[in-house]
């Protein structure tokens, strides 16, 4: 086979060369070509939007004056603090599969069932608390590491693997309490430990804001955080410029699964007991945290800063909320929304990123 | 600066379409500066410039991606203004669009392709009358030389094909338009990540199209495939119409010299073999995929351009010395030491990179910084407990950026803000700063301008004579012979020829090459 080449007439080529522009010319256009100066006070803007957000919500909650009151005091700003240590682990614990362009739908079951498990050890078996912290790590990590190698081994789709999971203990949760609320021989130490402080702010909050550091310094400050998101990125280059791609998409599920799983202990300790709830309603303030996250700090991305920011919007905008006097089922309208907005919005940052180039 | 002048070869009653007074801008910059262009009808009209010359834009424009800032269009006699032009209108206009990323479903049946596209013949208003759809399909199909079930999925076509499915598909209304309006075809890159013989049976039927009256705009960054179909240039510099050749067979270099602005001399590399007797990589009895026992030697400074059609395992070899694809036997070693890689990570220890074919899909971090891009090879080079240096990174990425001619804003600007030509840059520059000492390049200029590819050639070129031993895994002859000091053709699975670079032409080359398949061809039908 050959290409068909149309002789064409020499006589009849007609040039018209218009414009002749020097080297140096044309090479001062093409590189004052890419972005101008955009990303100076805009991207500033973008990056502390969420924080202005949530500063401004605090100063119209403590404006209010059937709110103000109570909602600035030390003993509100503590009781929401405490109030909300699971769904900032779980937000922290989502952060990771969610880098990689996964998503761990089991996080709130795998809390919910590492708190009744640890109740029920205390409960049923006296087991000392030093165990319970043991088991509770490790269930969490066991959990996700059956959705790592789900998903990464067997290639399952993460959304429908964690979801199966998540089912899966909720079930057992439901089995093993019969509905119950597990309440006796929790122990003490554990219960007087959320209710104490340092610095001013409970213990629980500065465990998770230990939890934070760590998991920030991991991410962006270790060449295994900068994997993820090359992962999140693009799998196939993140192989090709070898990364243990499938290892680390594991390892954030065995991440998660453990930070999850030391949650639902602190979430017994600041309870006192262990409900036979399923953990539902801890993964979606989580989740819209985590995404409200992606709008700040490093925009466009799952980030551990953002995220922090997000639980902190999303838990003392609900605290406001319920202080005015506005119905309690508030709080699930407003973090359905939030989640909306939030996941249109970091979408929408995504697409532009994209259509830049 | 002052406007593109009118184009007075161009008469007003022979122009299929038209543009005139093209003016876009991004920001603060002009990506099209009263850019015009005239297309005859029954022609193929080849849009040629290098990066940021603006063709991309006018396309997209016409495409309504982008909305003009100035701008007419004149389409068979109507007048469109390109300031409010949308995609109905492009259709409305007769204008349709086979873009470098086929856009078709690839799981999917071609006749599902088609349907998903004008609409599923129903019945009843219910049940897809799926006979009908195909023996409309198969009808289309065949008009354009496509003689395949439409049943076929799109996978399971060979390239070439699936480019004229894509354009099958997108003047499938060709017929049914009663006015006898004609369509005009755009193709944007549509060879870009085609192999040479593919894209040479690809762009024998977009000229037999032609011949049979149909208007076809042509975008290609190949000099040489362009110069054979093509029967018009027109040739955008910085956002503006340089030059209109009418019914003109210009050389290449002609043709780059317009696009550059300067003359073209300067840009051809001067080919200067650096290689040293000493031994780099060694492949003995390569088992892999479709290789079936290949030996190959590669010298400290040399560049082995690796030849082969489609399908003879030019990417295997590549993929098994990088470890990506475990060989069944044979072995392989480099700088005298056993090279068995478990993993990519394995034979980036020994030495080893590789610039993979697909950059968008198998290199790219699309999202992330040039910096990220370039530091992911050595991401443990900067990290000490105190976290990732990020100032010496910035550093690095900095010195490679001007190093490696890459044009962009800076470390910190997102990958895809730089064109296709630097992007493919920056790639290189992941690779070279861990001085490799065998770098592998599969079609290592896909996609790229030609004033980039000639970077990226010096660059190969540098990189050899600082002692890597160089493998060019390419489909283009010309590049090839450009770059190569030896050229090792591979057929049936094993290296076929050993040839010396410097005593071939690109006919030479590629002769030898499609000798292979008749050979083969002749074998079948014993």
Known sequence: MSITNEPVTQEAAAMTNTEQSTPAESAATSTGRHRPSSHSFLGFAERYALLGLFVLICIVFTLNPTSGDVFASMNNVNAVLRGQTAVAMIALAAVFPLVTGNIDFSLGATCASSMVLSAGLMSNHGTPLLVCVVVCVAFGALVGLFNGVMVTRFRLDPFVTTLGVATLLGGVIQWYTGGQTIYQGISTTLTDFSYSKIAGLPQVTAIVVVIAVVAWYLLAQTPFGRSLYAIGSNPESAKLVGLPVRRNVMLTFVLGGTIAGAAGLLRLAVQGSATSDSGTSLLFPALAAVFLGATAIRPGFFNVVGTMIGVLFVSFSVSGLTLSGVDSAVQYVFNGAALLVAVGFSTYLGIRRRARG | MTAAPDLPTVTEGATALSISGLTKRFGATLALDEASLAVRPGTVHALL?????????????????HQADAGQLTVGGREYDLRSFDSVDARAAGLRFVHQDLGLFDGLSIAENFALDAGFPLQAGTRI?????????????????????PRTPINELRPADRTMVAIARALQDADTSADGESLILVLDEPTASLAQHESALLLARIRRLADQGQTVVLVSHRMSE????????TIFRDGRTVATLVDASPTEDELVELMAGRAVDALRPVAASSAADELRLEVRGLVSGPLAGIDLQARRGEIVGVAGL????????????????????????????????????????????????????????????????????????????????ARAEQDVSRRLISDFRVKASGPAAPFTSMSGGNQQKVILARWLQRDPAVLLLDEPTQ???????VDIYRTVREAARRGTAVLVASSDASELLALCDRIVIIREGRVDEDLDAETLDPDDLTRKLLRATSVRQEDETA
């Open chain 2, 49 to 65: 410039g290098g990066n940021g010359s603006g063709k991309s834009t006018s396309i997209k424009v016409l495409a309504a991606v």
């Open chain 2, 129 to 149: 009358r799926w006979a009908h759809l195909h023996e409309r399909v198969t009808s289309v199909l065949d008009s354009y030389e496509l003689h395949v079930d």
């Open chain 2, 226 to 233: 362009v110069l054979s179909v093509a029967d018009d240039f």
């Open chain 2, 310 to 389: 489609v399908g003879s395992g030019r990417s295997s070899l590549l993929r098994t010395i990088f470890g990506d694809l475990s060989p069944r036997a044979g072995t392989m070693s480099i700088n005298g030491r056993p090279h068995v890689p478990r993993d990519v990570a394995g034979a980036m220890r020994d030495g080893v990179a590789l610039v993979p074919e697909d950059r968008g899909r198998e290199a790219a971090f699309a999202d992330l910084t040039i910096a990220d891009n370039l530091s992911m090879t050595r991401l443990r080079t900067y990290w000490s407990w105190r976290g990732m240096n």
């Open chain 2, 447 to 453: 996609g790229v301008d030609v004033m980039s590819r």
